[in-house]
């Protein structure tokens, strides 16, 4: 006997769970060829197949196919002729613009943060923030185990200053160049090559630099949150800036493993 089809599967609920499964699948799939992209296992101007990526990631071609689309999206792949993709690998100083792109987002966000009411409410977590980078820095070692606890008080701090600022399209600007190397909120720098104290020594001023930008949002001074956050990203670029001054065979991966974490 026929039966009606039920209201779930009118209204699409079940395919929205099943989406959502694929849309997991689809981003952590992008996210391994994102990597494999900038870490050069696919070489600037190579074509990518569909059928070639099913046979490297062991996947059907729907995943891949729609994570070919987002990574197109983040300039990653270029539709070729037909059904394939070439590869747009980022430049060392696409990275470095893209670094400045996002200096003058987070400066505009800090403004924007300090000339609103509801700016208390997010004080708190900048304050923890905060806090927890005086913690490792009062221990006074920089081992993998205290960069990864200062990268996420980071995090914590500059995204408290996005989502805080009132406008929606500061942090999605971020999100679409948040997948190149140095890029993600809050992303720090290491040189591999320098001892715990000057390490030390460059996160203790960036955390004095969180402290006056706290303290200028609560105050609502606009012009000295966002001047202080612009010279906080600054400092990034100027430090990176100073490894291609080092060595003028600077690689993605370099700019990778200096960020001490992967993307």
């Known amino acids: 006997m026929f039966s009606a089809p039920s209201t779930a599967a009118l209204t699409g609920q079940f395919p929205r769970a099943h989406n959502k499964n694929m849309e997991s699948i689809d981003t952590e799939l992008a996210a391994r060829i994102r990597l494999d992209i900038i870490k ?6 190579e074509r990518l197949s569909e059928a070639r990526l099913c046979d490297d990631y062991d996947v059907s071609r729907t995943p891949i196919r729609l994570a070919l689309r ?3 999206r983040e300039r990653l792949l270029r539709r070729g002729e037909g059904r394939g993709y070439t590869v747009f690998s980022p430049t060392v100083q696409e990275v470095l613009q893209a670094v400045e792109v996002r200096g003058h987002l987070e400066s505009l966000a800090a403004r924007l943060m300090a000339q609103s009411p509801d700016r208390a409410q997010h004080l708190p977590k900048m304050a923890r923030a905060i806090g927890l980078i005086d913690e490792v820095l009062d221990e006074g070692v920089m081992d993998d185990a205290a960069k990864r606890r200062a990268q996420a008080a980071n995090r914590t701090f500059h995204m408290a200053i996005l989502e805080g600022c009132g406008n929606d399209y500061v942090s999605y600007a971020c999100d679409q160049i948040s997948h190149l190397p140095m890029l993600a909120p809050g992303s720090m720098v290491f040189d591999r090559s320098s001892d715990a104290s000057k390490v030390l020594f460059r996160l203790r001023l960036g955390n004095a630099q969180h402290q006056v930008i706290h303290e200028s949002i ?4 606009v ?15 100027d430090y ?12 993605i991966n370099d700019l990778i493993s200096y960020s001490g974490n992967e993307i």
């Open 40 to 45: 050069g296992v696919y070489k600037e101007g």
């Open 240 to 251: 990176i800036k100073t490894f291609e001054r080092k060595d003028d065979s600077l690689t």
């Open 218 to 221: 609560a105050q609502g001074d």
């Open 70 to 72: 987002l990574l197109e």
């Open 223 to 237: 012009v000295r949150a966002e001047g202080m956050m612009r010279e906080h990203s600054h400092t990034m670029v």
